[in-house]
């Protein structure tokens, strides 16, 4: 992929539909030029909690001008250890590897409003495994226009 390519961007429009329906701290698993740096923004003028998890150090360091008393960025040696067992507004969960996504969607399911997971064209389900958490969400929303896909999925309602 060529480094002007939008793929890593096609989120975009669903994880800022979920910003802007919720309320309380949000949840970014994995860091990018996209999505961290929208975060960012958006949480500080909504004075919002952030907390933004990242395993590769080069990424996280590329974004640590943005830590702040609100944005926390977090290295992660084994994402098994992060701790997210709390209530979130948002989560965007779009990090590597691959398997961990189905992992950490499991433990988010009820306790975040929105849940936002990149990548998640039919196409891909043999890297992400979408379909073994689609079951734990009373809601999902497909955002299709866009490849790669985004599917928003909530507990509490349709975004």
Known sequence: MNIYSPE??????????????????????????FSTTLLHALAEDQNRELYSF???????????????????LIFVPNWDDIDIDREWGVALVDHDPSDRRVKEIKRLANNTKYVVAHDS???NEHIYHYSEIYDLFLYKKFYTKSDPNTVVMSNVCLI
Request: hydrophobic content about 35%; glycine content about 10%; proline content about 6%.
């Open 8 to 33: 890593p961007g096609t989120h975009i429009p669903a994880l800022v539909k979920a910003v802007m329906e919720s309320t309380g701290p949000i949840l970014e698993l994995g860091m990018g030029l």
């Open 121 to 123: 064209k039919k196409e």
């Open 54 to 72: 990242e395993h590769k150090g080069k990424i996280l360091n590329t974004f640590k001008r943005f830590e702040s008393e609100k944005h926390h």
